[in-house]
């Protein structure tokens, strides 16, 4: 059974910095693309950034291109968000899933992240 668990978030001011992570487990990962996506209070769930496989590739939603850096290592069944010039509009629940651009799994806890101007 694949279980993810995102951590990292937490409470940043407009302009600020935040890494979070995502450790997959129940499954060999390596072979996938995984994204991160994010849910804001009161709307949908969306899609922010995706990683290939191989890491050669990625894709970012228009709003955080050129902020936000997805990466990833195999070996540790991680991938990565580095998200600077963080703005008050990415408060949101931060989540990954298994899937280049669309989630494939069960969706875990996710980590919260606040960002106040």
């Known amino acids: 059974q694949v279980q993810l668990v995102e951590s990292g978030g937490g409470l940043v001011q407009a302009g600020g910095s935040l890494r979070l992570s995502c450790v997959a487990s129940?499954?060999?990962?390596?072979?996938?693309?995984m994204g991160w996506f994010r849910q804001a209070p009161g709307k949908e769930r969306e899609f922010v950034a995706a990683?290939?496989?191989?890491?050669?590739?990625?894709y970012y939603v228009d709003s955080v291109k050129g902020r936000f850096t997805i990466s990833r290592d195999n070996a540790k069944n991680t991938v990565y968000l580095q998200m600077n010039s963080l703005k008050p509009e990415d408060t949101a629940v931060y989540y990954c899933n298994v899937g280049y651009t669309i989630p494939t799994v069960a969706w875990g806890q996710g980590t919260q992240v606040t960002v106040s101007s």
């Open positions: 129940g499954g060999t990962f390596s072979s996938y693309g």
């Open positions: 990683i290939s496989w191989s890491g050669g590739s990625t």
